[in-house]
């Protein structure tokens, strides 16, 4: 059973004018069987007996296979003309930085895992140029950490290739990444709520509570390590924004009693880490 197909419709880059198939995810006939939602707000999916294990991740984004290019669907035609000068002059750039890590991507075939890790990364690129508008900040973080788990998944499916390392590369990305989205919320130089999809996976929109549990997740878990009074800070700092979650009333389908369960989770973990080190 096949689980993608290509589009009968071409798309046309924006970029470089190269004409392609996108390729989608099959959903139906029991392809999709859910699991856990994990601390990270990730959906786990259990194997299927027709498809085996399947990554629904690495479908998301829109590539082309020429210049690399690549966004989420909705924005892959909104590139400024200003911007394409640029995508233009970093393709090689955007095409090493992933070519360093996978020597063989094939965006006009069925996708594998290396191929979705790429796409996000490629996507990360990409977003540098795309103006406040777009809230691509906030959306390069969810990249980023989307890409953390793809390169999870590698270092499951093919060990001792250091995918557990670029992992970790990924998440300290996020990290910085979903600090600065919530940074620039506040301060008014860029909305998240311009973000069509806050995931961060593609089954559940968490919104801007999601993004505020992850900035603080991400923090703990992907901050700097050294106890010094910057570490402190940035620690109280998600321990208040953690904690914006839960104390605004009970679970709704805007604050799901998962996500509010986390919350407080995490809340008491940032507060007895905060404790030891003071002791």
Same mark, same amino acid.
Not at 53 to 58: K, N, Q, R, T
Not at 69 to 80: C, K
């Given at each position: 059973?096949?689980?993608?197909?290509?589009?009968?419709?071409?798309?046309?880059?924006p970029?470089c004018d190269?004409s392609?198939?996108r390729?989608?995810?099959?959903?139906g006939?029991?392809r999709?069987i859910?699991? *856990? #939602?994990?601390?990270?707000?990730r !959906?786990?999916y259990?194997p299927? =007996?027709?498809?085996?294990?399947i990554?629904?991740l690495? +479908?998301?984004m829109?590539?082309?296979?020429v210049?690399?290019?690549?966004?989420l669907p909705?924005?892959?035609?909104l590139?400024?003309?200003?911007?394409?000068?640029g995508?233009k002059n970093d393709?090689?750039?955007r095409i090493?930085?992933?070519?360093?890590i996978?020597? *063989? #991507?094939?965006?006009?075939?069925? !996708?594998q895992?290396?191929?979705? =890790?790429?796409s996000?990364?490629l996507g990360?690129a990409? +977003?540098?140029?795309f103006?406040d508008?777009?809230?691509p900040?906030?959306?390069?973080?969810?990249?980023?950490?989307?890409a953390a788990?793809?390169?999870?998944?590698?270092?499951?499916?093919?060990?001792?290739?250091?995918?557990?390392y670029?992992?970790q590369?990924?998440y300290?990305?996020?990290?910085?990444?979903?600090?600065?989205a919530?940074?620039?919320?506040s301060?008014?130089?860029?909305s998240i709520?311009?973000?069509?999809h806050?995931?961060?996976?593609?089954?559940?929109n968490?919104?801007?509570d999601?993004?505020?549990?992850?900035?603080?997740?991400?923090?703990?878990h992907?901050?700097?390590?050294?106890?010094?009074?910057?570490?402190?800070?940035?620690l109280?700092?998600?321990?208040?924004?953690?904690?914006k979650?839960?104390?605004?009333?009970?679970a709704?389908k805007?604050?799901p009693?998962a996500l509010?369960?986390?919350s407080?989770e995490?809340?008491?973990?940032?507060?007895q880490?905060?404790?030891?080190?003071?002791?």
């Amino acid at each position: 059973m096949k689980v993608s197909f290509f589009q009968k419709n071409k798309m046309k880059c924006p970029v470089c004018d190269t004409s392609f198939y996108r390729e989608e995810m099959l959903t139906g006939r029991g392809r999709l069987i859910a699991g *856990e #939602l994990t601390e990270q707000l990730r !959906r786990l999916y259990e194997p299927s =007996a027709k498809v085996g294990e399947i990554f629904p991740l690495i +479908y998301t984004m829109t590539v082309c296979p020429v210049c690399f290019y690549a966004t989420l669907p909705e924005d892959f035609l909104l590139v400024s003309d200003s911007a394409i000068e640029g995508l233009k002059n970093d393709t090689d750039k955007r095409i090493l930085s992933v070519k360093h890590i996978f020597e *063989e #991507l094939d965006f006009h075939e069925p !996708r594998q895992l290396a191929e979705g =890790a790429a796409s996000y990364i490629l996507g990360i690129a990409s +977003y540098d140029y795309f103006s406040d508008d777009y809230s691509p900040v906030v959306k390069q973080g969810i990249l980023a950490l989307r890409a953390a788990w793809i390169f999870e998944d590698l270092e499951r499916k093919k060990p001792n290739q250091n995918y557990d390392y670029l992992a970790q590369v990924m998440y300290r990305k996020a990290r910085f990444f979903y600090s600065l989205a919530v940074e620039y919320e506040s301060n008014g130089r860029q909305s998240i709520a311009n973000a069509k999809h806050l995931g961060p996976d593609i089954d559940k929109n968490f919104g801007y509570d999601g993004v505020l549990y992850l900035a603080s997740y991400l923090e703990f878990h992907h901050g700097p390590r050294a106890i010094d009074e910057q570490r402190q800070k940035a620690l109280m700092y998600a321990k208040r924004t953690v904690a914006k979650i839960f104390g605004m009333g009970r679970a709704s389908k805007d604050k799901p009693s998962a996500l509010l369960e986390m919350s407080r989770e995490l809340y008491a973990t940032i507060s007895q880490y905060i404790k030891v080190d003071e002791d």
